[in-house]
């Protein structure tokens, strides 16, 4: 559900930091997929992961 975009910076900001979440949560959703369809993860998938990882919690935190 999209939150609405109202009329203030605030809501603006607001709405921008939901995208950013959800854009954050989509690769991280695609790293893990991406590992866990390779036979044997290499080390760059896994880096990646984690590094996802830590974006996302950054993201949750705003």
Known sequence: MLPDIGTTKKDAQEYLTFLKKRDVAQHLYDAYAA????????????????????????AMKE
């Open 35 to 58: 590992a866990l369809t390779c036979h044997s993860p290499d080390d760059d998938y896994l880096k990646r992961i984690a590094i996802l990882h830590d974006e996302l919690q950054n």
